[in-house]
C-alpha cells in the first residue's frame, strides 16, 4: 500500500468518541459557539438567530481538500460531529428545521458546516428540498469539493437559484467572486480580497461581521 492509500484508508476524524448518532438537536444555536454568535446584527439578515452544523471531518470530505492534513478539526477534541450515515440523518434533521421555521417565521440562519462537507449529490438535492419547504431558512458556508464536480456544479446551482438565502464558498479555488481561499504566509495572496475581520479582531462574530453571505470578494482566512 502506498503513502496516499495509507493516509485516506482512514478517512475519520481523529476524535471518534465525538461522532455522535442523530437527532433532532443536530443543529446547534450559535451562542454556543462564540466565533459564530447567535442573532445576527448586520445585513440582509439581520435579526435572524443563528444555528449551526457540524458533521464528520474527512469522512464527509473530498481527498482533494488541501486542508486535510491540517483541518482545524485536529484541534476540536471535545466538538460533537453528527454522523451522516445514521439512517435517520436527513429525517431528523428536517424535524429540526421544521421546528425552527416555525420558533423563527421572520428568518433563521444554518451554518455549515462547522465541520465536514457536503458529502454527497443526493445530500445537496436535501437542502435543495429544504430550502423550497421552509423559505425563511438561509445558509452560508464553505466546500471543498471542485467548482467542476458534480457535488460542487450542484452547491453553484443553489448558489445561482437562491442568492439571497444561499450562499456557500468554494474553498481552495481562486476562480469567481464566490471563493474562499485559506491563507498560507508562503502562498502568493490573492487581490481585491477580504481577510476575515473577526479572526483580526474587528468584529466579535461571524454574526456581527456578514461579509460571508454579503461581500462579493473572496474571504482570506488565516491558517488555523
Keep these: 500500500m502506498t503513502l496516499t492509500n495509507r493516509k485516506f484508508q482512514d478517512a475519520r476524524t481523529r476524535y471518534k468518541k465525538g461522532v455522535k448518532p442523530a437527532s433532532v438537536n443536530m443543529l446547534k444555536r450559535g451562542k454556543q459557539n462564540k466565533k ?9 439578515w439581520k435579526g435572524m ?4 452544523l457540524t458533521l464528520e471531518e474527512r469522512a464527509t470530505c473530498p481527498t482533494s481538500c488541501k486542508q486535510w492534513d491540517v483541518c482545524y478539526g485536529n484541534n476540536m477534541p471535545f466538538a460533537h460531529r453528527f454522523d451522516h450515515t445514521d439512517p435517520n440523518f436527513e429525517a431528523m434533521l ?9 420558533k423563527h417565521p421572520l428568518g433563521f440562519v444554518v451554518r455549515l458546516h462547522v465541520l465536514g462537507d457536503f458529502y454527497s449529490a443526493a445530500y445537496v438535492a436535501f437542502w435543495k428540498k429544504m430550502l423550497m419547504e421552509f423559505p425563511n431558512m438561509n445558509a452560508f458556508g464553505y466546500t471543498h469539493w471542485p467548482y467542476k464536480s458534480q457535488i460542487g456544479s450542484a452547491i453553484g446551482k443553489l448558489n445561482n437559484l437562491y442568492p439571497d438565502r444561499w450562499r456557500i464558498r468554494y474553498s481552495d479555488e481562486d ?5 474562499f481561499i485559506a491563507l498560507v504566509e508562503h502562498e502568493p495572496r490573492t487581490t481585491n480580497h477580504v481577510i476575515c475581520p473577526e479572526q483580526q479582531g474587528k468584529t466579535p462574530s461571524c454574526a456581527d461581521c456578514g461579509y460571508c453571505w454579503s461581500s462579493e470578494k473572496p474571504i482570506l482566512f488565516i491558517e488555523h
Design 94 to 102: 428536517r424535524a429540526q428545521l421544521e421546528c425552527l421555521s416555525l
Design 36 to 44: 459564530l454568535g447567535d442573532k445576527v446584527s448586520v445585513k440582509q
Design 49 to 52: 438567530t443563528m444555528y449551526s
Design 175 to 179: 476562480q469567481d467572486v464566490t471563493d
